[in-house]
Nanobody, 119 residues
Framework: VQLQASGGGLVQSGGSLRLSCVASGVTLTDYSVGWFRQAPGKEREGLICFRKRDGNIGYADSVKGRFSISRDNDGNTVYLQMNNLQPEDTAVYHC?????????????WGQGTLVTVSS
């Protein structure tokens, strides 16, 4: 099983990035799927998630109105559109699959892609 995130990079404050996550060996539509990030010295922060049981999307307050999630028709590629990026958004971004968006346990996650936002 592999969840490969890509699309990170260096962007100026106020800029945008679109991250991609391609899954292999697992059917993402069997799970709630979303993105989390981890900055150096900080705990993991869940950002946004497709909730499998009702199809709704959950957002962390820190990204509401700036980040959005989408996926391909096959359901095995998930995207994170990030707008109005700020220096505090600097982190490694990971996609993950879990039984529920509120679950602390992640069934699958990838190595992540680094996003650096300069001021």
């Amino acid at each position: 099983v592999q969840l490969q995130a890509s699309g990170g990079g260096l962007v100026q404050s106020g800029g945008s990035l679109r991250l991609s996550c391609v899954a292999s060996g697992v059917t993402l539509t069997d799970y709630s799927v979303g993105w989390f990030r981890q900055a150096p010295g900080k705990e993991r922060e869940g950002l946004i998630c497709f909730r499998k049981r009702d199809g709704n999307i959950g957002y962390a307050d820190s990204v509401k109105g700036r980040f959005s999630i989408s996926r391909d028709n096959d359901g095995n590629t998930v995207y994170l559109q990030m707008n109005n990026l700020q220096p505090e958004d600097t982190a490694v971004y990971h996609c993950a699959a879990a039984d529920d968006c509120d679950s602390d346990y992640l069934n699958y996650w990838g190595q992540g892609t680094l996003v650096t936002v300069s001021s």
